[in-house]
């Protein structure tokens, strides 16, 4: 158990024994706001200013000869590489490549003829795209698709199917245990999909020691690579050779400009590459990567559960249901509260400075970025609900009107 | 048969009763540059860097809000309406999204159950992207799938199945002629999927008068977008209810904030979308579009063939191979060339600040982008070629060294 500052001066004293503490420096951050919601868009790091500059620059500056001169072709490939040492994975066995969406359709293609049976589960209360992209794909390819109650994977394993899993759950923030799971799943003749959206940047995620081979994630959330920036594929090397995508577009050819009508997919994870990445967005993600290299993981995940266990402690003390696992180890980077007027209590705290996000009907998230957030900006971010619950502010008529998406 | 300049006077001539040449005033592009690679990746329009400059503004300052406040929620769709108007078709009937590679998956996926049988065509000298995308559909659905002939696929239409095929083909700038193919696809119960990615941009696109019901397309080359901007999907009104996305992401959904496990379509083309898409590189599209806006499209690809002609009367002239068809109605924006030495010669023609490029073993192409190219320009490169051609300056080891792309 994670023992959280339990005072403002306790706090203080956090910050000033933060070995992250100067990673703050490193973001443009607004003044007066208190950003909770690094685990739906994170801040722009300095850095993603300046490769987007530097990559705007190129295209003017060299035009179509970028692709070379600024080595735009292998750029997904190189950012990929970097991504791996966040994940515990290795070079050649990440990408960056499209969408979560399209990635986990081409992984959960690719492994589908890997797995002992032909069919895919997934929870029923994963992110939904994760199911629709498994109803989409079993249309298409007749795979058989089951919907499992949450936490069914673990028994859903002895079906020796696929299965598509987050790491972290996007609403509850319950940690899966990625090495109990892929031990499971290798008994079973099982492959796992791990969607590491909710994870990637937060957590001291070890997926070669785990035993894992296939993930997917996104980068705009605890990465901060942008809105919308492009997403990453990982394969284990030893099962890359064996997997075909289903997408194979001339990026992920070995020798794309030979415009060759023979497909040959290149070696490792570069095969799950398709199309023309977004360079534009792909050189933010990249600069954004600067702001979390040379991090230890293992201080990145200690300190967002230590503002966890924060967050916590006080929505306890404040009688709040806490969605999220309480246990420390069981719990990712963001905070779920029941609180039956999320919405306008929401809007109280933006007014406040504090910025957290509203899942309908009635569940406030905070999430806890560990690069740019201090232990005294959580105690007061808490502090600013205590104050809104007890005095009703949020119970004002601007509090309750609503935006098209929250 | 467009009348082409004869002689630099003509040429100066042309460009001072040019309609479109204000336009080039919007792009950034280096001095002594001339362009001929806009059908490879287009230069910035200004528009691109300042609707770039305001994404990154919305994002350091409103965050995740501007989801809402900067409408990026709907940028997708906005910006899929206005390419609507460039290909001749509705608001509704466009999207960005994704890559090329993926949307000519998910629209050749969606409509083989609409075809009269389940198979795929594909010509053998197509961009290769769209053989292997087929091929990779194919093993995955078990529609069969066939490779034709270069120029086969009208005959193909009568197995009533689905072909892909391009309105502009990549290497040749050989334009098909839509409406008959789509006469000739009703009457057997096919459906054609358009490759517009050399077509958008510089030809007078008439999809809805056409008939044409699908299509796709990239908005980096004539549109100026961006390296790797995000493609597009259109799909006629009417089919659209009757389609069905294999990628169901939950960008693609009625209402993706509902968070609902079941998978409800939007209406129209927008269930085309599948993840969240890379806001930085839409918006540098969504600004490029701002070049081309307002501009009448019969006189867009009337200067583009105007200004091949020019370049196949000089290549003619030289004595030199012409690849692309000479009749000006037969062609689209670009002009291949056969030269022996292609590659040394554009090496040589780069040093005058005469920018082409080369596809192997011997295919020299010139892209005329009618936004931002005067007539002396291009009669001053092709001057240029004559001169590099004759006194062989080519023949220096210099212009021998390869780069790892061209």
Request: net charge negative; charged share 20%.
């Amino acid at each position: 158990m994670i023992k959280a500052p339990n005072t403002r001066a306790e706090a203080l004293q956090r910050d000033a024994a933060d070995p992250l503490a100067d990673r703050a420096a490193l973001f443009d951050l607004p003044d007066g706001v208190t950003y909770l919601v690094g685990h739906s868009l994170g801040p722009p790091p300095k850095g993603a200013r300046d490769r987007l500059a530097a990559a705007q620059a190129d295209w003017a500056g060299d035009l179509v000869r970028s692709w070379n001169s600024a080595s735009w072709i292998d750029l997904a490939e190189r950012t990929g590489d970097r991504l791996a040492s966040l994940i515990g994975a290795q070079p050649g066995e990440v990408i960056v490549a499209d969408s979560v969406s399209v990635n986990l359709f081409k992984l959960a293609a690719a492994a589908l003829p890997q797995a002992r049976t032909y069919a895919l589960f997934v929870e029923e209360d994963e992110f939904p795209t994760d199911q629709y992209i498994a109803a989409g794909l079993g249309g298409l390819s007749g795979a058989e698709v089951r919907l499992l109650a949450p936490g069914g994977s673990f028994e859903a394993l002895r079906a020796g199917g696929v299965v598509i899993k987050s790491a972290v759950n996007y609403r509850s923030s319950e940690v899966t245990d990625i090495a109990a799971h892929e031990r499971e799943a290798r008994r079973q003749g099982a492959l796992i999909i791990w969607d590491l959206s909710h994870a990637t940047g937060v957590l001291n995620l070890k997926l070669a020691a785990d035993g894992a081979v296939l993930a997917a994630g996104c980068t705009y959330k605890y990465l901060n690579g942008g809105p919308g920036a492009p997403a990453f594929v990982f394969v284990a090397g030893e099962l890359s050779p064996k997997l075909a995508t289903p997408l194979p577009g001339w990026m992920g050819h070995a020798a794309p400009f030979a415009f060759d009508g023979k497909y040959v997919p290149r070696d490792g994870v570069a095969r799950f590459a398709s199309g023309t990445p977004p360079i534009l967005s792909l050189a933010a993600l990249s600069g954004a990567l600067e702001a979390i290299e040379g991090v230890d993981l293992g201080q990145l995940q200690a300190k967002a559960r230590a503002l966890g266990a924060l967050a916590v402690a006080r929505a306890q003390a404040m009688g709040l249901d806490v969605l999220s696992p309480v246990e420390d180890g069981r719990r990712g980077g963001h905070v779920s509260l029941r609180i039956a007027e999320g919405y306008p209590v929401v809007q109280a705290l933006a007014a406040r400075g504090v910025m957290a996000d509203f899942r309908a009907p009635d569940t406030v998230r905070f999430g806890f970025s560990p690069l740019f957030l201090s232990y005294q900006a959580v105690w007061n971010a808490m502090a600013a609900l205590a104050e809104i619950l007890e005095s009703r502010s949020w119970d004002q008529p601007q509090f309750h009107a609503r935006a098209k998406v929250t």
